[in-house]
């Protein structure tokens, strides 16, 4: 037995290192064909173009990861099956479950491994490659960053805080802002609730203003104030707090951040537990395909297996999206909506498989 357990496993492991590969090399044509004229035109160097590409590319594996594993295993079990090895193995006693025992096993580690992937290496690549976007490539300003708790943005004779930049609505909230001499040393203090982009600038909302004339510092309040920002929301999303370059950790204690300061924190939350539930669509399709390729006839089991990894795929794509939509916006409950998916096909999984075996 171990013998057929290291057969079977070797021959997927080849076969998913393929299709992984394959599915890479796919998107990174098709990504740099669709931007390297951009690119260029923007006069970046071909080492910073071949640098974006490479921190894009554990972004590319973590979305490629479940399609690449179900048709790995459809191609697995059509490849054994059209050499009579499974028809062998069968008329031996050896049911399904223990063929397919080293494919499961072998997902199942792939998703953990996607899942600390996810965690470990996908935050910080997606930062640096939006980054090399947005600063190296498209010339963007570099003076705005985010940090975990605030936003900082400075320019000539002024220094702006913020609580938080919510890019559905272009608003900054939590604003403090302050103006400048060519000492350094304040001339005005602003506290508003809000900011919003207009046509000469940023307008403050429910701001008081403090002026630090000689003398006692004068207070006045102001329901708009327009001020002279050269910032702009494209700017902002140069190093951005956004869940795909945040760590599962601190999403939580963003989300938590958010709360406490009196924000929705669903579309955050929602997006929190996919991080946990999408690594593991590869173990549920790994599970869903042995069905699929049992199902198939010799003659036709490797080209019905690309055809039917492609469909399911997408088709597995389309309703977690969904789904997790109707999370994000309050419809579902985020952990709900998160594994929904996983758990229908999981149950269309368990439905063929005990119809194979019957």
């Known amino acids: 037995m171990r013998i057929l357990t290291r057969y079977v496993a070797t021959t997927y492991l080849r076969i998913l290192a393929l299709c992984l590969g394959a599915f890479i090399a796919i998107y990174l044509v098709v990504?740099?064909?669709e931007k390297v004229a951009r690119f260029t035109r923007s006069g970046a160097s071909w080492y910073v173009i071949f640098s974006f590409f490479v921190a894009k590319?554990?972004?590319?594996?973590?979305?490629?990861?479940?399609?690449?594993?179900?048709?790995?295993?459809?191609?697995?079990?059509?490849?054994?099956?059209?050499?009579?090895?499974?028809?062998?193995?069968?008329?031996c006693g050896i049911g399904l479950?223990?063929?397919?025992?080293?494919?499961?096993?072998?997902?199942?580690?792939?998703?953990?491994?996607?899942?600390?992937?996810?965690?470990?290496?996908?935050?910080k690549s997606y930062?640096?490659?939006?980054?090399?976007?947005?600063?190296?490539?498209?010339?963007?300003?570099?003076?705005?960053?985010?940090?975990?708790?605030?936003?900082?943005?400075?320019?000539?004779?002024?220094?702006?805080?913020?609580?938080?930049?919510?890019?559905?609505?272009?608003?900054?909230?939590?604003?403090?802002?302050?103006e400048l001499d060519h000492d350094l040393k304040p001339l005005r203090r602003t506290d508003a609730a809000s900011g919003i982009l207009g046509a000469n600038g940023w307008i403050f909302k429910n701001a008081v203003v403090c002026d630090f004339a000689p003398g006692e510092?004068?207070?006045?309040?102001?329901?708009?104030?327009?001020?002279?920002l050269k910032l702009k929301p494209a700017d902002l999303?140069?190093?951005?707090?956004?869940?795909?370059?945040?760590?599962?950790?601190?999403?939580?204690?963003?989300?938590?951040?958010?709360?406490?300061?009196?924000?929705?924190?669903?579309r955050y939350l929602a997006q929190m537990h996919g991080r946990f539930s999408l690594p593991f669509g590869a173990a549920v399709m790994a599970f869903l395909g042995v069905p699929f390729a049992m199902r198939s006839s010799r003659s036709s089991g490797i080209a019905l297996g690309i055809g039917l990894s492609l469909g399911?795929?997408?088709?597995?794509?389309?309703?977690?999206?969904?789904?997790?939509?109707?999370?994000?916006?309050?419809?579902?409950?985020?952990i709900v909506a998160a594994w929904a998916t996983n758990f229908i096909f999981l149950l269309v999984g368990i439905w063929l498989c005990l119809t194979v075996e019957s």
Request: aromatic residues 10%; contains cysteine.
């Open 312 to 334: 399911i795929g997408f088709l597995y794509v389309i309703v977690n999206n969904v789904i997790l939509s109707f999370g994000q916006v309050g419809v579902l409950p985020p």
């Open 127 to 178: 930062a640096k490659r939006t980054y090399i976007q947005e600063v190296l490539i498209e010339k963007k300003s570099p003076s705005t960053f985010f940090r975990q708790q605030n936003i900082w943005y400075r320019e000539p004779g002024a220094v702006l805080r913020a609580a938080l930049f919510d890019p559905g609505s272009q608003t900054l909230k939590g604003i403090t802002f302050w």
């Open 31 to 33: 990504d740099f064909m």
């Open 217 to 228: 510092p004068k207070f006045h309040e102001a329901a708009t104030l327009p001020v002279p």
């Open 97 to 123: 479950a223990r063929i397919t025992m080293p494919i499961l096993v072998i997902a199942f580690i792939f998703s953990v491994l996607s899942l600390v992937v996810g965690e470990m290496v996908l935050p």
């Open 237 to 266: 999303k140069v190093l951005g707090k956004y869940s795909d370059n945040m760590t599962i950790s601190e999403l939580r204690n963003y989300c938590k951040k958010l709360r406490e300061g009196g924000y929705d924190p669903t």
């Open 57 to 91: 590319t554990p972004e590319i594996i973590s979305q490629s990861a479940p399609l690449a594993v179900l048709m790995a295993t459809l191609l697995t079990l059509a490849t054994l099956s059209m050499n009579s090895e499974i028809t062998a193995m069968r008329s």
